[in-house]
Every structure is written in C-alpha cells, then in structure tokens.
C-alpha cells in the first residue's frame, strides 16, 4: 500500500486509542462518544473523495505467513443468539446458504460446499479496528466479483447490501452493512469461509463473513446470509447503510 495511506490509517488508529482495551464487546462503547463519532464524520469527505483519488483500486499489503497473529481476536457479536442462527449452529451449518438477491440478474443460492468448490483466493491481511488494535490473518474465501459474475449484476445496481443473523442490538433487529460496487468487485473482496487455514470459528464469524481488506473492522460483516443488490442503502433499518452507521459512524470506512 502507498505509504501516502499510512499516516491516515495511523490516525485513525490514534484517534480510537485509549478507549480499544477493554473494550471486549466491540466498538459499543465508542459509539456513544460524542467526541469519537465526530472524528469519524470529520473523515467522511477525505475517506469519498481525497481516499479514492490516493488510493486508486490498489491492492493492500498483503502479509508473509511469519507475521499472522498467534489469535485472531473477536469482536463485536461472538456467539449469535437468533434462532435461526442457533438452529444452523446445531447442525454443524449444515443447510447454510449465501443467498444473492436484489438487482441480480440470476438470484442464486451456494452451499458451503458449493462455495469451497469455487475458486478462492486466500491473503494474509491486517484488520485495523477502530478501538485502536490490529491482527493479521490469513482468510480463504470465493471472491465477490466472481459470485457476482455467477448471479449478473443489472445496471441500476450501485451498492452491495450484507444482511447477518446477528442481532448486536439484542432488539429483534439484524445487523447489516454495505459498501459500493467498486469496493464490492475489488480482488481482495471476499467471502470467506476460513481463517489460518481452518473453518472459520464461531466468534469470527461462522460459518461465512466478508473480508473487505480496504475497509476498517466495522465494514467487513460476520455471519452473512445474503448479498443483496440494490440502488440506494436509504430504505433500509436506520437508511445510512450499515448497523455502526446508524449509530453516526462514518459509511466508507476506509484505510
């Protein structure tokens, strides 16, 4: 990565530092703080338009395998207690399926075996959390842009939409989050189903999640369920496009 993107990502480390370690539910705490929430939204024109015009459609770093954290530490939602939820856990996820929805061309459903019989990609790669910590992790996973190929992407399509079992709120509600098409296709972009070389574990995310490397940690969802198409975010839960954004966090999210 440019090292022109370096001392941005420092910052918004810094910017959460302090507050990260004992923070074991995730960035909860945070999002009640007035003074972090308007960090994030002071970023938001930087992370539309200077981010783009710096970074391009550049791959991250990508990490030898000598670097990859002894654990990979969870946060957010750890062990999901939606029904339907528990109901696939019971079975060992047997049933599962990604479905993709919306402005597809061929709304489509994989299996975990079926995804794993797709071609993967596999990157050691560092996730930045807001709460000022980072891990490396080597994830295995379908690349977006291919399972979106399978499905056809109709024109009006601009964003893609990840809907979760997990419900962070404990409300009835379900988490979700969304990114653009641009990001959606880029290579690093993946639905991944392993993490170390190993299935993914229950607290990161099983039995799929995404991993939008040039995302911050709020961005890259867990427990996905459905990919769905669509040409606004606004007629969804809180309308500003993922379940940390309707609590004032900022919609790119970008490192």
């Known amino acids: 990565m440019s090292d022109l993107l370096l001392p941005r990502r420092r910052f918004l480390r810094m910017a959460a530092a302090g507050a990260g370690a004992g923070l074991l539910a995730g960035c909860d705490a945070l999002s009640r703080r007035e003074d972090f929430l308007d960090v994030l939204s002071a970023a938001e024109p930087l992370n539309r338009t200077a981010q783009r015009f710096l970074s391009g459609d550049r791959l991250v770093r990508e990490y030898p395998a000598h670097m990859i954290s002894p654990s990979f530490r969870p946060n957010g939602t750890i062990n999901p207690q939606t029904p339907e939820y528990l109901a696939l856990k019971a079975r060992g996820f047997a049933g599962f399926q990604l479905r993709l929805r919306g402005l597809v061309e061929r709304p489509m459903e994989f299996t975990l075996d079926a995804l794993r019989a797709l071609s993967s990609r596999t990157q050691i790669t560092r996730h930045d959390c807001v709460e000022g910590w980072s891990a490396i992790g080597q994830w295995t996973g379908v690349?977006?842009?291919?399972?979106?190929?399978?499905?056809?992407?109709?024109?009006?399509?601009?964003?893609?939409?990840?809907?979760?079992?997990?419900?962070?709120?404990?409300?009835?509600?379900?988490?979700?989050?969304?990114?653009?098409?641009?990001?959606?296709?880029?290579?690093?972009?993946?639905?991944?189903?392993?993490?170390?070389?190993?299935?993914?574990?229950?607290?990161?995310?099983?039995?799929?999640?995404?991993?939008?490397?040039?995302?911050?940690?709020?961005?890259?969802?867990?427990?996905?369920?459905?990919?769905?198409?669509?040409?606004?975010?606004?007629?969804?839960?809180?309308?500003?496009?993922?379940?940390?954004?309707?609590?004032?966090?900022?919609?790119?999210?970008g490192i």
């Not at 291919?146 to 499905?151: I, R, V, W």
């Open 143 to 253: 690349p977006l842009v291919h399972l979106l190929g399978l499905s056809g992407i109709k024109p009006a399509a601009k964003y893609a939409v990840f809907h979760c079992f997990d419900d962070l709120s404990n409300n009835g509600s379900r988490y979700y989050e969304s990114v653009d098409l641009r990001d959606a296709l880029h290579p690093q972009t993946i639905a991944a189903y392993a993490l170390n070389g190993s299935p993914l574990p229950i607290a990161n995310g099983a039995p799929l999640r995404m991993r939008i490397e040039r995302k911050l940690g709020y961005k890259q969802p867990k427990y996905v369920h459905t990919i769905e198409l669509v040409d606004s975010y606004a007629r969804m839960a809180g309308g500003k496009g993922g379940f940390w954004e309707d609590q004032g966090y900022d919609w790119y999210g």
